[in-house]
């Protein structure tokens, strides 16, 4: 039973366009909503979170949008760029104990 | 720097040999975790710490052991490794009560 769902395994734009991955969740106990980004051969690095009693976050060109009501999160990236490229995993937690999605491939092209 | 080192990365053995994979945090931190990483799955907790000697079942620990004897080591056994096992491994690890992780680079394991 996935707690956290990506349902689209990848996504393909243009550079300087933006990128809108999504996310959605079953549990409304979940009180901070994560991104994370995967190169090949590393491990996921943190992106950017957001707090549940927050509906929007910005850290430069990537914002986080949380809508509670719908249990969903998006994660817009603007521009992209071809070093976006990775797979971005979406994650909901409630202290440490973290759920995650199964992953959206990015591919940003030139 | 601060990181979480898992060894080995890569590792191809056969069913049934027991074997280790180590994770390693200069951070302190209490909290520890492994998962594993599968295509369509997404990454999936196997067993977590949140200290030493205090190890509890994620949510795929069949066929898996941890213990936690030192705060800064978590290793992962496979006792008696299967096919179904052949996965991507991250360990990881944080401040209890924290909301976020720091993983390790990830151990590709192959049972033949």
């Known amino acids: 039973d996935q707690q956290v769902k990506q349902n689209s395994p990848s996504l393909s734009v243009q550079e300087g366009r933006i990128s809108i991955l999504n996310c959605d969740y079953t549990n409304s106990m979940f009180d901070y909503f994560l991104w994370y980004k995967k190169y090949p051969a590393e491990g996921p690095t943190f992106l950017i979170s957001i707090s549940s009693i927050k509906d929007k976050n910005e850290d430069g060109r990537f914002t986080v949008f949380l809508n509670k009501s719908a249990k969903h999160l998006s994660l817009h990236i603007v521009p992209s760029q071809p070093g976006d490229s990775a797979v971005y995993f979406c994650a909901a937690s409630l202290h440490n104990d973290m759920r995650f999605g199964a992953g959206t491939r990015l591919t940003v092209k030139p | ?112």
């Open chain 2, 1 to 112: 720097e601060a990181q979480v080192t898992q060894n080995p990365r890569y590792l191809i053995t056969v069913t049934g040999k027991k074997l280790t994979v180590t994770c390693s945090q200069n951070m302190n931190h209490e909290y520890m975790s492994w998962y594993r990483q599968d295509p369509g799955l997404g990454l999936r907790q196997i067993y977590y710490s949140m200290n030493v000697e205090v190890t509890d079942k994620g949510d795929v620990p069949e066929g898996y052991k941890v213990s936690r004897k030192e705060k800064r080591n978590f290793p992962l056994i496979l006792e008696s490794p299967s096919p179904n096992q052949t996965s991507l491994y991250f360990c990881a690890s944080s401040w209890l009560g924290a909301n976020g992780y720091t993983f390790g680079s990830g151990t590709r394991l192959t049972v033949v």
